[in-house]
Each structure stands twice: as structure tokens, then as C-alpha cells.
């Protein structure tokens, strides 16, 4: 079993930047992909940011594309997420996830989840 825990989220203003962090439980965190997802209220939950298991690659929807950096530290068990420039549609509660395969893309894909945090960005 893997355990995340997201941390970071808060209020901010249009055009700031917000990090938010995860910390994954156990040593086998780099055996994980691992991919941010985020859903508003009375919306479906979706795609963010995805990192492959050594941090080669990054993948961002395009949403979010040139505004946030998702990135990992292994030895620290935790992965991030950079948002600059945000925008009043970026407010969501933001979920970490893991995922044992390479379906970073979609929900299903994740095989374990944290609880969210939420990022507010007013206007």
C-alpha cells in the first residue's frame, strides 16, 4: 500500500504561484509514475501533470501547459507541483496519485490517490 499526502494548497491571488507537495509513503516511491489531477466542485476529476518514474520525462495538459512544473525528489519520497501565473479556473481541489503502470493520462490509470488539497485563486 502507498499512502500520499498533499500539502501546499491555499488562497491566492490571480497571476501567483502556489507549490504543492506530496509525500508518498514507503521506499519504493520511484517504482511509481506519478501525476497531479484536479476537480472543481460538480466536475469531473482530470488530468494535470504527469512525471515518469525517474523524472525524465514530464507531460501537462495543455491547460496548464508553460504555467506549472510538476517535478520529484525520490529521496525525499515527493513529487511537486509549480504553479505560476495562476488563474481563477485553477481553483480545484488538487489530488497527487500513483501509478504502477504507464497510463498517466487518465483517472484510471492511478492505483493509489492522496486526499486533495485545495487551491483557491481569486480574481
Known amino acids: 500500500q502507498v499512502q500520499l499526502v498533499e500539502s501546499g494548497g491555499g488562497l491566492v491571488q490571480a497571476g501567483g504561484s502556489l507549490r504543492l507537495s506530496c509525500a508518498a509513503s514507503g521506499r519504493t516511491f520511484s517504482s511509481y509514475a506519478m501525476g497531479w489531477f484536479r476537480q472543481a466542485p460538480g466536475k469531473k476529476r482530470e488530468f494535470v501533470a504527469a512525471i515518469t518514474r525517474g523524472g525524465g520525462n514530464t507531460y501537462y495538459a495543455d491547460s496548464v501547459k508553460g504555467r506549472f512544473t510538476i517535478s520529484r525528489d525520490n529521496a525525499k519520497n515527493t513529487v511537486y507541483l509549480q504553479m505560476n501565473s495562476l488563474k481563477p479556473e485553477d481553483t480545484a481541489v488538487y489530488y497527487c496519485?500513483?501509478?504502477?503502470?504507464?497510463?498517466?493520462?487518465?483517472?484510471?490509470?492511478?492505483?493509489?490517490w492522496g486526499q486533495g488539497t485545495q487551491v483557491t485563486v481569486s480574481s
Open positions: 496519485a500513483a501509478a504502477v503502470g504507464d497510463n498517466y493520462f487518465k483517472e484510471y490509470g492511478y492505483n493509489y
